[in-house]
Protein backbone atom coordinates (compact mmCIF):
# COMPACT_ATOMS: atom_id res chain seq x y z
CA UNK A 1 0.00 0.00 0.00
CA UNK A 2 2.70 2.07 1.31
CA UNK A 3 4.76 1.47 -2.43
CA UNK A 4 1.33 2.56 -4.22
CA UNK A 5 0.29 5.46 -2.70
CA UNK A 6 4.53 6.58 -3.29
CA UNK A 7 4.28 6.13 -6.80
CA UNK A 8 0.93 8.12 -7.05
CA UNK A 9 2.10 10.64 -5.36
CA UNK A 10 5.51 10.45 -7.92
CA UNK A 11 2.37 10.97 -11.09
CA UNK A 12 0.98 13.88 -9.17
CA UNK A 13 4.35 15.52 -8.23
CA UNK A 14 5.42 15.28 -11.67
CA UNK A 15 1.99 16.56 -13.72
CA UNK A 16 2.32 19.40 -11.09
CA UNK A 17 5.93 20.57 -11.57
CA UNK A 18 7.30 23.34 -13.22
CA UNK A 19 7.83 22.42 -17.27
CA UNK A 20 11.30 22.21 -18.35
CA UNK A 21 13.05 24.41 -20.12
CA UNK A 22 12.86 24.37 -24.00
CA UNK A 23 15.61 23.45 -25.95
CA UNK A 24 15.04 22.62 -29.41
CA UNK A 25 17.70 22.11 -31.85
CA UNK A 26 17.08 23.21 -34.80
CA UNK A 27 15.67 26.39 -33.45
CA UNK A 28 12.34 26.95 -34.64
CA UNK A 29 11.06 29.70 -36.45
CA UNK A 30 8.40 30.83 -34.15
CA UNK A 31 8.46 29.69 -30.45
CA UNK A 32 6.14 30.96 -27.80
CA UNK A 33 6.72 29.23 -23.76
CA UNK A 34 3.77 29.46 -22.00
CA UNK A 35 5.45 29.71 -18.79
CA UNK A 36 2.16 30.43 -16.50
CA UNK A 37 0.49 27.23 -18.08
CA UNK A 38 0.25 24.15 -16.46
CA UNK A 39 2.15 21.28 -18.87
CA UNK A 40 0.19 18.22 -20.65
CA UNK A 41 1.20 15.13 -19.54
CA UNK A 42 2.03 11.94 -21.30
CA UNK A 43 0.85 8.96 -19.59
CA UNK A 44 -0.41 5.07 -20.17
CA UNK A 45 -4.04 6.69 -20.76
CA UNK A 46 -2.66 9.23 -23.36
CA UNK A 47 -4.23 8.34 -27.29
CA UNK A 48 -2.81 9.25 -30.30
CA UNK A 49 -5.77 10.61 -32.64
CA UNK A 50 -5.06 10.19 -36.35
CA UNK A 51 -7.66 10.77 -38.92
CA UNK A 52 -5.49 10.60 -42.27
CA UNK A 53 -3.91 7.10 -42.57
CA UNK A 54 -0.53 8.49 -44.40
CA UNK A 55 0.16 10.42 -40.81
CA UNK A 56 0.74 6.84 -39.16
CA UNK A 57 4.18 6.98 -39.61
CA UNK A 58 4.43 9.79 -37.80
CA UNK A 59 2.44 8.07 -35.08
CA UNK A 60 4.85 5.38 -35.12
CA UNK A 61 7.41 6.60 -35.14
CA UNK A 62 6.60 8.66 -31.95
CA UNK A 63 5.59 5.10 -30.24
CA UNK A 64 9.10 3.67 -31.33
CA UNK A 65 10.90 6.94 -29.41
CA UNK A 66 8.58 6.24 -26.44
CA UNK A 67 9.06 2.59 -26.11
CA UNK A 68 12.51 2.81 -26.83
CA UNK A 69 13.46 4.89 -24.38
CA UNK A 70 10.48 4.96 -21.71
CA UNK A 71 8.75 1.88 -21.97
CA UNK A 72 5.36 3.33 -22.99
CA UNK A 73 2.84 2.55 -26.71
CA UNK A 74 0.31 5.01 -26.90
CA UNK A 75 -2.84 3.56 -28.83
CA UNK A 76 -3.45 4.92 -31.75
CA UNK A 77 -7.17 6.03 -32.86
CA UNK A 78 -9.40 7.39 -36.01
CA UNK A 79 -11.80 8.95 -33.27
CA UNK A 80 -11.37 12.92 -32.32
CA UNK A 81 -10.84 12.57 -27.82
CA UNK A 82 -11.96 15.60 -25.72
CA UNK A 83 -8.55 15.60 -24.13
CA UNK A 84 -5.85 13.33 -23.00
CA UNK A 85 -4.79 13.04 -26.90
CA UNK A 86 -1.93 13.69 -29.38
CA UNK A 87 -3.50 15.26 -32.35
CA UNK A 88 -2.07 14.96 -36.02
CA UNK A 89 -3.79 16.61 -38.58
CA UNK A 90 -2.93 17.19 -42.26
CA UNK A 91 -4.09 21.14 -43.17
CA UNK A 92 -2.46 22.85 -46.48
CA UNK A 93 -4.05 26.24 -45.59
CA UNK A 94 -2.29 25.88 -41.83
CA UNK A 95 0.88 27.69 -43.51
CA UNK A 96 2.11 28.97 -46.74
CA UNK A 97 5.49 27.21 -46.64
CA UNK A 98 6.44 23.94 -47.51
CA UNK A 99 6.31 21.02 -45.13
CA UNK A 100 5.87 23.33 -42.47
CA UNK A 101 4.22 22.65 -38.94
CA UNK A 102 2.20 24.03 -36.08
CA UNK A 103 2.45 22.44 -32.72
CA UNK A 104 0.66 23.67 -29.86
CA UNK A 105 0.37 22.27 -26.24
CA UNK A 106 -1.85 22.94 -23.53
CA UNK A 107 -2.46 21.02 -20.23
CA UNK A 108 -5.91 19.19 -22.55
CA UNK A 109 -3.51 17.98 -25.18
CA UNK A 110 -1.04 18.48 -28.04
CA UNK A 111 -1.92 19.41 -31.45
CA UNK A 112 0.89 19.13 -34.82
CA UNK A 113 -0.95 20.41 -37.73
CA UNK A 114 1.11 19.69 -40.97
CA UNK A 115 1.23 21.09 -44.55
CA UNK A 116 2.59 18.02 -45.49
CA UNK A 117 2.90 14.28 -43.89
CA UNK A 118 6.85 15.72 -43.57
CA UNK A 119 5.14 18.62 -41.88
CA UNK A 120 3.48 16.52 -39.25
CA UNK A 121 6.68 14.20 -38.76
CA UNK A 122 8.94 17.59 -38.30
CA UNK A 123 6.34 18.38 -35.49
CA UNK A 124 6.88 14.91 -33.90
CA UNK A 125 10.64 15.55 -34.04
CA UNK A 126 10.28 18.84 -32.36
CA UNK A 127 7.87 16.85 -29.93
CA UNK A 128 10.53 14.39 -29.33
CA UNK A 129 13.07 17.57 -27.69
CA UNK A 130 10.30 18.27 -25.89
CA UNK A 131 9.83 15.33 -23.83
CA UNK A 132 12.43 14.40 -20.71
CA UNK A 133 15.67 13.18 -20.96
CA UNK A 134 15.79 10.68 -18.40
CA UNK A 135 14.14 7.39 -18.53
CA UNK A 136 11.31 7.45 -16.50
CA UNK A 137 7.98 5.23 -16.49
CA UNK A 138 5.37 7.28 -15.21
CA UNK A 139 4.76 10.45 -16.58
CA UNK A 140 6.12 13.03 -19.17
CA UNK A 141 5.31 16.38 -18.92
CA UNK A 142 5.45 18.18 -21.95
CA UNK A 143 5.66 22.06 -21.44
CA UNK A 144 2.53 24.62 -22.91
CA UNK A 145 4.38 26.08 -25.64
CA UNK A 146 3.25 27.46 -29.48
CA UNK A 147 5.60 26.59 -32.15
CA UNK A 148 5.64 27.54 -35.67
CA UNK A 149 8.02 26.15 -37.95
CA UNK A 150 9.04 25.36 -41.67
CA UNK A 151 12.73 24.65 -43.19
CA UNK A 152 14.79 27.35 -44.66
CA UNK A 153 16.22 24.51 -47.53
CA UNK A 154 14.51 22.37 -49.42
CA UNK A 155 17.67 19.72 -49.74
CA UNK A 156 18.89 19.13 -46.15
CA UNK A 157 21.47 16.41 -46.39
CA UNK A 158 23.77 13.82 -44.98
CA UNK A 159 26.57 11.42 -46.49
CA UNK A 160 27.89 8.26 -45.43
CA UNK A 161 30.71 6.75 -47.00
CA UNK A 162 30.50 3.00 -46.50
CA UNK A 163 33.71 2.05 -49.48
CA UNK A 164 35.96 2.20 -47.28
CA UNK A 165 34.85 0.90 -44.18
CA UNK A 166 31.18 -1.33 -44.33
CA UNK A 167 28.47 -0.39 -41.95
CA UNK A 168 25.70 -2.85 -41.23
CA UNK A 169 21.82 -2.07 -42.09
CA UNK A 170 21.49 -2.11 -38.31
CA UNK A 171 23.81 1.08 -37.94
CA UNK A 172 22.58 2.44 -41.46
CA UNK A 173 19.03 1.90 -39.70
CA UNK A 174 20.03 3.82 -36.54
CA UNK A 175 22.31 6.54 -38.67
CA UNK A 176 18.72 7.41 -40.90
CA UNK A 177 17.02 7.83 -36.96
CA UNK A 178 19.65 10.53 -36.18
CA UNK A 179 19.07 12.11 -39.81
CA UNK A 180 15.34 12.06 -38.75
CA UNK A 181 15.85 13.37 -35.58
CA UNK A 182 17.38 16.76 -36.80
CA UNK A 183 14.95 17.10 -39.41
CA UNK A 184 17.48 16.43 -42.42
CA UNK A 185 15.61 14.97 -45.41
CA UNK A 186 18.26 13.31 -47.72
CA UNK A 187 20.52 10.42 -47.31
CA UNK A 188 23.69 10.14 -49.72
CA UNK A 189 24.94 6.66 -49.58
CA UNK A 190 28.08 6.50 -50.86
CA UNK A 191 28.30 2.94 -52.19
CA UNK A 192 31.17 2.52 -54.41
CA UNK A 193 34.88 3.83 -54.62
CA UNK A 194 38.01 2.34 -55.53
CA UNK A 195 38.14 0.34 -52.05
CA UNK A 196 35.37 -1.23 -52.05
CA UNK A 197 31.75 -1.71 -54.55
CA UNK A 198 28.68 -2.38 -51.89
CA UNK A 199 25.54 -3.16 -53.55
CA UNK A 200 24.52 -6.01 -55.26
CA UNK A 201 24.28 -5.99 -58.77
CA UNK A 202 22.65 -9.10 -60.64
CA UNK A 203 23.47 -8.58 -63.70
CA UNK A 204 27.59 -8.00 -63.14
CA UNK A 205 27.92 -10.74 -60.26
CA UNK A 206 31.78 -10.20 -60.13
CA UNK A 207 31.45 -6.73 -58.58
CA UNK A 208 30.66 -7.94 -54.92
CA UNK A 209 32.49 -11.31 -55.60
CA UNK A 210 35.66 -9.84 -56.35
CA UNK A 211 34.94 -5.59 -56.10
CA UNK A 212 33.01 -5.76 -52.90
CA UNK A 213 36.98 -7.39 -50.89
CA UNK A 214 40.40 -5.93 -50.25
CA UNK A 215 43.35 -7.85 -48.83
CA UNK A 216 44.60 -5.59 -46.56
CA UNK A 217 44.30 -2.05 -45.05
CA UNK A 218 46.81 0.26 -44.25
CA UNK A 219 47.91 0.84 -40.77
CA UNK A 220 47.74 4.73 -39.94
CA UNK A 221 47.20 8.18 -40.97
CA UNK A 222 48.15 8.21 -44.46
CA UNK A 223 50.55 6.97 -45.96
CA UNK A 224 50.24 4.79 -43.19
CA UNK A 225 52.99 2.63 -41.34
CA UNK A 226 51.94 -0.47 -42.90
CA UNK A 227 49.27 -2.86 -43.85
CA UNK A 228 46.92 -5.12 -41.52
CA UNK A 229 46.91 -7.67 -44.18
CA UNK A 230 43.25 -8.88 -43.60
CA UNK A 231 40.74 -9.48 -45.96
CA UNK A 232 37.92 -6.68 -45.35
CA UNK A 233 34.90 -6.03 -47.12
CA UNK A 234 30.98 -6.15 -47.54
CA UNK A 235 28.06 -5.30 -49.38
CA UNK A 236 24.34 -5.51 -49.41
CA UNK A 237 21.91 -7.59 -51.26
CA UNK A 238 18.97 -5.64 -53.14
CA UNK A 239 16.71 -6.90 -50.73
CA UNK A 240 18.57 -5.53 -47.79
CA UNK A 241 18.67 -1.78 -50.36
CA UNK A 242 15.00 -2.42 -50.17
CA UNK A 243 14.58 -2.62 -46.51
CA UNK A 244 17.15 1.10 -46.08
CA UNK A 245 15.01 2.51 -48.46
CA UNK A 246 11.56 1.92 -46.65
CA UNK A 247 12.78 2.34 -43.61
CA UNK A 248 13.81 6.06 -44.61
CA UNK A 249 10.84 6.39 -46.29
CA UNK A 250 9.15 6.37 -43.31
CA UNK A 251 10.63 8.60 -41.66
CA UNK A 252 10.53 11.19 -45.14
CA UNK A 253 14.05 10.69 -45.68
CA UNK A 254 15.61 10.22 -49.78
CA UNK A 255 17.85 7.87 -50.15
CA UNK A 256 20.24 9.33 -53.08
CA UNK A 257 23.10 6.37 -54.25
CA UNK A 258 26.41 7.32 -55.72
CA UNK A 259 27.89 4.91 -58.37
CA UNK A 260 31.05 6.75 -58.83
CA UNK A 261 32.52 7.50 -62.87
CA UNK A 262 34.66 7.83 -64.54
CA UNK A 263 37.10 7.63 -61.49
CA UNK A 264 37.14 6.24 -58.02
CA UNK A 265 36.67 3.00 -59.64
CA UNK A 266 39.65 0.38 -59.03
CA UNK A 267 36.79 -2.21 -57.00
CA UNK A 268 35.32 -2.18 -60.45
CA UNK A 269 38.63 -2.70 -62.59
CA UNK A 270 39.96 -5.34 -60.11
CA UNK A 271 36.28 -7.32 -61.27
CA UNK A 272 35.95 -6.50 -65.23
CA UNK A 273 40.23 -4.70 -65.84
CA UNK A 274 38.79 -4.61 -69.31
CA UNK A 275 36.79 -0.94 -68.45
CA UNK A 276 40.28 0.35 -67.72
CA UNK A 277 42.57 1.79 -69.83
CA UNK A 278 45.36 -0.94 -69.49
CA UNK A 279 43.06 -4.01 -69.46
CA UNK A 280 46.15 -6.10 -69.58
CA UNK A 281 46.98 -4.89 -65.95
CA UNK A 282 46.13 -6.59 -62.88
CA UNK A 283 44.06 -3.89 -60.91
CA UNK A 284 43.37 -4.51 -57.16
CA UNK A 285 41.04 -3.18 -54.62
CA UNK A 286 42.71 -0.03 -53.28
CA UNK A 287 44.18 -1.07 -49.91
CA UNK A 288 45.33 2.66 -48.91
CA UNK A 289 43.86 6.16 -48.76
CA UNK A 290 44.55 9.36 -50.68
CA UNK A 291 45.53 7.63 -54.15
CA UNK A 292 44.43 10.11 -56.62
CA UNK A 293 46.96 10.43 -59.62
CA UNK A 294 48.90 7.68 -58.03
CA UNK A 295 46.55 4.35 -59.27
CA UNK A 296 44.69 3.74 -62.22
CA UNK A 297 41.36 4.15 -61.26
CA UNK A 298 39.39 5.14 -64.17
CA UNK A 299 37.11 3.94 -67.01
CA UNK A 300 38.66 3.54 -70.58
CA UNK A 301 35.40 5.80 -72.27
CA UNK A 302 34.66 3.05 -74.93
CA UNK A 303 31.25 1.63 -75.84
CA UNK A 304 31.71 -1.41 -73.95
CA UNK A 305 32.10 0.61 -70.64
CA UNK A 306 28.87 2.73 -71.09
CA UNK A 307 26.43 -0.38 -72.23
CA UNK A 308 28.18 -1.86 -68.56
CA UNK A 309 27.81 1.38 -66.95
CA UNK A 310 24.03 1.65 -68.03
CA UNK A 311 23.27 -1.94 -67.01
CA UNK A 312 24.80 -1.07 -63.63
CA UNK A 313 22.44 1.77 -63.32
CA UNK A 314 19.46 0.53 -64.49
CA UNK A 315 19.35 -2.12 -61.60
CA UNK A 316 20.28 1.31 -59.13
CA UNK A 317 17.67 3.01 -60.56
CA UNK A 318 14.68 0.47 -60.24
CA UNK A 319 15.80 -0.23 -56.91
CA UNK A 320 15.77 3.57 -55.74
CA UNK A 321 12.45 5.36 -55.99
CA UNK A 322 14.71 8.60 -55.64
CA UNK A 323 14.98 11.09 -58.46
CA UNK A 324 18.24 11.49 -58.20
CA UNK A 325 21.40 9.52 -58.39
CA UNK A 326 24.84 10.93 -57.81
CA UNK A 327 27.68 9.74 -60.37
CA UNK A 328 30.24 11.36 -58.77
CA UNK A 329 32.58 12.50 -61.06
CA UNK A 330 34.96 14.11 -58.64
CA UNK A 331 39.54 13.34 -58.83
CA UNK A 332 39.56 11.82 -62.78
CA UNK A 333 42.93 12.20 -63.15
CA UNK A 334 43.40 13.45 -66.72
CA UNK A 335 47.22 11.38 -66.58
CA UNK A 336 45.61 7.71 -67.60
CA UNK A 337 43.36 9.06 -70.68
CA UNK A 338 46.58 11.02 -71.76
CA UNK A 339 48.53 7.83 -71.81
CA UNK A 340 45.97 5.63 -73.58
CA UNK A 341 46.01 5.46 -77.33
CA UNK A 342 42.62 4.57 -77.52
CA UNK A 343 41.60 7.23 -75.35
CA UNK A 344 42.98 9.32 -77.52
CA UNK A 345 41.69 7.76 -80.39
CA UNK A 346 38.03 8.35 -78.94
CA UNK A 347 38.74 11.99 -78.24
CA UNK A 348 39.77 12.40 -82.02
CA UNK A 349 36.93 10.63 -83.50
CA UNK A 350 34.62 12.87 -81.52
CA UNK A 351 36.30 16.03 -82.07
CA UNK A 352 37.25 16.55 -78.36
CA UNK A 353 40.17 18.63 -77.73
CA UNK A 354 41.49 17.69 -74.46
CA UNK A 355 40.95 15.56 -71.15
CA UNK A 356 38.88 17.63 -69.58
CA UNK A 357 36.15 17.55 -72.90
CA UNK A 358 36.17 13.85 -72.55
CA UNK A 359 35.54 14.33 -69.28
CA UNK A 360 32.26 16.31 -69.64
CA UNK A 361 31.50 13.91 -72.75
CA UNK A 362 31.92 11.19 -70.41
CA UNK A 363 29.21 12.33 -67.95
CA UNK A 364 27.22 14.02 -70.73
CA UNK A 365 26.78 10.43 -72.06
CA UNK A 366 25.62 9.44 -68.56
CA UNK A 367 23.18 12.12 -68.20
CA UNK A 368 21.42 11.57 -71.27
CA UNK A 369 21.53 7.82 -70.41
CA UNK A 370 19.82 8.95 -66.83
CA UNK A 371 17.50 11.68 -68.47
CA UNK A 372 15.88 9.04 -70.57
CA UNK A 373 15.17 7.21 -67.25
CA UNK A 374 13.22 9.80 -65.90
CA UNK A 375 15.88 10.63 -63.32
CA UNK A 376 18.10 13.52 -62.78
CA UNK A 377 22.29 13.41 -62.09
CA UNK A 378 23.96 15.23 -59.24
CA UNK A 379 27.58 15.05 -59.71
CA UNK A 380 30.65 16.69 -57.65
CA UNK A 381 31.50 20.08 -58.97
CA UNK A 382 34.31 18.62 -61.15
CA UNK A 383 31.41 17.88 -63.55
CA UNK A 384 31.69 21.23 -64.50
CA UNK A 385 35.16 20.51 -66.60
CA UNK A 386 34.93 20.87 -69.52
CA UNK A 387 31.09 21.72 -69.43
CA UNK A 388 28.17 20.98 -67.11
CA UNK A 389 25.64 18.61 -68.38
CA UNK A 390 22.43 20.55 -69.14
CA UNK A 391 20.16 19.00 -66.52
CA UNK A 392 22.68 18.30 -63.64
CA UNK A 393 22.75 19.73 -59.75
CA UNK A 394 26.22 20.28 -58.82
CA UNK A 395 27.41 19.54 -55.13
CA UNK A 396 30.41 22.08 -54.30
CA UNK A 397 32.88 20.39 -52.10
CA UNK A 398 36.55 22.20 -53.57
CA UNK A 399 34.78 25.16 -51.42
CA UNK A 400 32.00 27.12 -52.67
CA UNK A 401 33.60 28.39 -56.35
CA UNK A 402 32.01 25.25 -58.42
CA UNK A 403 28.38 26.02 -56.43
CA UNK A 404 28.94 29.70 -57.31
CA UNK A 405 29.69 28.65 -61.37
CA UNK A 406 26.57 26.52 -61.29
CA UNK A 407 24.51 29.00 -59.76
CA UNK A 408 25.27 31.42 -62.10
CA UNK A 409 24.27 29.09 -65.42
CA UNK A 410 20.62 28.57 -63.61
CA UNK A 411 21.65 24.40 -61.79
CA UNK A 412 20.29 23.80 -58.72
CA UNK A 413 23.42 23.09 -55.95
CA UNK A 414 24.12 21.79 -52.87
CA UNK A 415 26.77 23.34 -50.66
CA UNK A 416 29.24 20.77 -49.09
CA UNK A 417 32.67 22.86 -48.98
CA UNK A 418 35.31 20.70 -47.16
CA UNK A 419 36.71 23.00 -44.79
CA UNK A 420 33.01 23.23 -43.38
CA UNK A 421 31.23 20.25 -44.39
CA UNK A 422 33.61 17.00 -43.65
CA UNK A 423 32.70 15.86 -40.62
CA UNK A 424 35.53 13.37 -41.18
CA UNK A 425 37.92 16.25 -39.72
CA UNK A 426 38.92 16.64 -36.23
CA UNK A 427 36.87 18.32 -33.63
CA UNK A 428 39.76 19.54 -32.03
CA UNK A 429 43.32 20.52 -32.12
CA UNK A 430 44.72 17.24 -29.64
CA UNK A 431 41.85 14.89 -31.01
CA UNK A 432 40.77 11.63 -28.87
CA UNK A 433 41.45 9.53 -31.22
CA UNK A 434 42.79 9.41 -35.26
CA UNK A 435 41.22 11.17 -38.02
CA UNK A 436 42.06 12.72 -41.00
CA UNK A 437 44.68 15.90 -40.37
CA UNK A 438 42.17 18.53 -40.55
CA UNK A 439 40.53 20.40 -38.16
CA UNK A 440 36.75 21.29 -38.35
CA UNK A 441 35.41 22.51 -35.16
CA UNK A 442 31.97 22.69 -33.65
CA UNK A 443 31.74 26.65 -34.47
CA UNK A 444 32.82 26.33 -37.78
CA UNK A 445 30.64 24.37 -38.92
CA UNK A 446 28.12 26.69 -36.90
CA UNK A 447 28.93 29.81 -38.82
CA UNK A 448 28.70 28.33 -42.42
CA UNK A 449 26.19 30.19 -44.39
CA UNK A 450 25.34 28.44 -47.60
CA UNK A 451 24.41 31.06 -49.62
CA UNK A 452 27.40 33.24 -50.89
CA UNK A 453 27.28 36.50 -50.67
CA UNK A 454 28.24 36.72 -54.41
CA UNK A 455 25.24 35.86 -55.68
CA UNK A 456 22.33 37.92 -56.94
CA UNK A 457 18.97 37.03 -55.00
CA UNK A 458 18.06 34.95 -58.58
CA UNK A 459 21.54 33.40 -58.40
CA UNK A 460 20.93 32.22 -54.66
CA UNK A 461 17.44 30.47 -55.49
CA UNK A 462 19.24 27.83 -57.14
CA UNK A 463 20.99 27.28 -53.81
CA UNK A 464 18.90 23.73 -53.22
CA UNK A 465 20.91 23.39 -49.99
CA UNK A 466 23.93 22.12 -47.97
CA UNK A 467 24.76 18.81 -46.83
CA UNK A 468 27.59 17.18 -44.49
CA UNK A 469 29.96 14.41 -45.12
CA UNK A 470 31.36 11.78 -43.83
CA UNK A 471 34.32 9.63 -45.55
CA UNK A 472 35.33 6.71 -43.64
CA UNK A 473 39.04 6.54 -43.90
CA UNK A 474 39.82 6.32 -40.21
CA UNK A 475 36.36 5.55 -38.74
CA UNK A 476 35.87 1.64 -38.79
CA UNK A 477 32.66 1.25 -36.72
CA UNK A 478 29.63 3.01 -35.70
CA UNK A 479 30.91 4.51 -31.87
CA UNK A 480 33.73 6.40 -34.24
CA UNK A 481 31.42 7.20 -36.60
CA UNK A 482 28.43 8.97 -34.01
CA UNK A 483 32.00 10.39 -31.90
CA UNK A 484 32.13 11.76 -35.55
CA UNK A 485 29.06 13.10 -36.34
CA UNK A 486 27.96 14.56 -32.67
CA UNK A 487 27.35 16.94 -32.00
CA UNK A 488 28.36 18.65 -35.52
CA UNK A 489 25.14 17.18 -36.69
CA UNK A 490 23.37 19.66 -34.43
CA UNK A 491 24.91 22.56 -35.83
CA UNK A 492 24.11 20.77 -39.59
CA UNK A 493 20.53 20.68 -39.17
CA UNK A 494 20.47 24.58 -37.70
CA UNK A 495 21.67 26.14 -40.69
CA UNK A 496 19.99 24.18 -42.87
CA UNK A 497 16.35 24.57 -41.22
CA UNK A 498 16.30 27.30 -39.32
CA UNK A 499 15.87 31.21 -40.42
CA UNK A 500 19.52 32.95 -41.10
CA UNK A 501 18.53 35.68 -38.40
CA UNK A 502 17.65 33.15 -35.74
CA UNK A 503 20.78 31.94 -35.84
CA UNK A 504 23.02 32.44 -32.37
CA UNK A 505 25.68 30.72 -31.51
CA UNK A 506 26.32 31.10 -27.51
CA UNK A 507 22.57 30.13 -27.47
CA UNK A 508 23.25 27.01 -29.33
CA UNK A 509 25.76 25.83 -27.06
CA UNK A 510 23.09 26.42 -24.30
CA UNK A 511 20.39 23.92 -26.31
CA UNK A 512 23.20 21.56 -26.95
CA UNK A 513 23.84 20.97 -23.06
CA UNK A 514 19.95 20.05 -23.41
CA UNK A 515 21.29 17.57 -26.37
CA UNK A 516 23.47 16.07 -25.01
CA UNK A 517 21.62 15.21 -21.98
CA UNK A 518 19.56 13.43 -24.54
CA UNK A 519 22.08 11.63 -26.25
CA UNK A 520 22.67 9.94 -22.70
CA UNK A 521 19.67 8.61 -22.56
CA UNK A 522 19.67 7.56 -26.19
CA UNK A 523 23.41 5.91 -25.40
CA UNK A 524 24.88 7.94 -28.09
CA UNK A 525 28.87 8.23 -28.60
CA UNK A 526 29.73 11.92 -28.64
CA UNK A 527 33.32 13.59 -27.14
CA UNK A 528 32.75 14.65 -23.64
CA UNK A 529 34.86 17.26 -23.90
CA UNK A 530 31.55 19.06 -25.24
CA UNK A 531 30.58 18.98 -21.71
CA UNK A 532 32.59 21.89 -20.56
CA UNK A 533 31.91 23.89 -23.05
Request: charged share 20%; with cysteine.
Amino acid sequence: MKKTCFLLFLVIATAQAPAQDVHLIPQPAYLDIKKESKPFVINSSTKIFVKDSTLLKSANNLNEYLGKYFLVKLDITNKELPGNSINLILNTTVSEFDDAYVLTSSEKNISIVGTSGAGVFYGIQSLIQLLPYHSTTFSMPVPAIAITDHPRFAYRGMHLDVSRHFFDVAFIKKYIDYLALHKLNNFHWHLTDDHGWRIEIKKHPRLTAIGAWRNGTIIGLYPGTGNDGLRYGGYYTQEEIKEVIKYAADRYINVIPEIEMPAHSMSVLAAYPELGTEPSKKYEVAQTWGIFNKFNNVFQPTEQTFKFLEEVLTEVMELFPSQYIHIGGDEASKIWWKQSALSQQIMKRNGIKDESGLQSYFIHRIEKFVNSKGKTIIGWDEILDGGLAPNAIVMSWRGEKGGIAAAKQKHKVIMTPENMMYFNHSQFVKDDSLTAAKFLPLKTVYDYEPVPAVLSAEEASYVWGGQANLWSEYIASPAKAEYMIFPRLDALSEILWSPKEKRNYPDFLKRLKTQLKRYDLMKVNYSKKYLNN
